[in-house]
């Protein structure tokens, strides 16, 4: 006869798995909330490099017309459905229905970034052969932006992967209280902290995502862009994340649903940063 009888205890509360759950892209690009249609049309207007004039020998001003383009992105549904049983619910660990709703809002917004870093990838414009981030390195993105006229008004932005920020943590020019407000090593309200969010240095706002291309290996593909290059569109209104019972089935859902579409709209406003983050891979 045992002298013993252990039980197994299980936490109900349950614990998220470790996946981004939210957009980190959104609010470096262009917006658009489309109430009705399946394209959005995004104009991209200028003098078209125009120089200024004198009047003519017969009195009068030569008059130009202005460069206007205009650019459309489709909009696709996507959809992320989770179903499980009342006996499935009832049985396993943790509130399975609030376990249903978090994940498929997560892979509705993991969905928006790809969306916009599949855009972001269309560039041309690069840095040339991977090399592993440094101060020359950004600086050399930010001056192909400038050469091409890109305003460094507070609205560029770079999408870097783990690695290349890893490597800009050890550049002291990124974590002195010379050059940033908020130092990478440190602690207190001023410290960078581990949630979504712009680290700004060098005039441009610093993101870090893990879903990058390339990430992890020798050809990372890293992306510096000016807000007004991307554009991305979708039905606000028309989102969905509703939970739901089928009585005749017996079954518990929870369905995210999104209308939207991404587009470059100015190749001249972003660079392809081409990194090697090969020595940060695990072994």
Not at 67 to 94: C, M, P, Y
Not at 149 to 164: M, S
Not at 187 to 198: I, L, P
Not at 199 to 221: C, F, M, Q
């Amino acid at each position: 006869m045992a002298d013993t009888a252990f039980q197994t205890q299980y936490r109900q509360e349950f614990i998220a798995a470790f996946e981004q759950n939210q957009s980190l892209l959104r609010d470096s690009v262009t917006t658009e909330a489309v109430i009705k249609g399946n394209t959005a049309t995004f104009l991209v207007a200028g003098s078209g490099g125009a120089e200024a004039v004198t009047r003519g020998v017969n009195g009068l001003i030569p008059a130009r017309p202005d460069d206007l383009d205009q650019l459309s992105a489709t909009l696709k549904e996507w959809h992320d459905l989770v179903r499980k049983t009342r006996f499935n619910i009832f049985a396993s660990q943790g509130n399975q229905r609030e376990i249903m709703q978090k994940t498929s809002m997560g892979v509705i917004n993991r969905k928006i970034d790809q969306e916009i870093i599949t855009e972001l990838n269309t560039g041309t414009l690069d840095t040339g052969a991977a090399v592993t981030a440094s101060l020359a390195l950004a600086v050399r993105a930010k001056v192909i932006l400038g050469n091409n006229k890109v305003p460094a008004d507070g609205n560029l932005f770079a999408a870097v992967t783990p690695a290349f920020m890893g490597y800009l943590l050890q550049v002291p020019e990124f974590g002195s209280a010379d050059y940033v407000s908020r130092k990478p090593v440190d602690s207190g309200e001023t410290a960078f902290t581990d949630k979504a969010g712009f680290y700004r240095w060098l005039g441009v706002n610093w993101i870090e995502h893990p879903d990058l291309p390339g990430v992890g290996t020798s050809a990372e593909k890293n992306f510096m862009y000016h807000r007004s290059a991307i554009g991305h569109a979708v039905n606000k209104e028309g989102i969905q994340s509703p939970v739901g019972y089928d009585e005749e089935q017996d079954y518990s859902y929870a369905r995210c649903s999104c209308d939207m579409g991404s587009k470059l709209l100015q190749n001249s406003g972003v660079v392809v940063i081409n990194h090697d983050g090969s020595a940060y891979a695990a072994e």
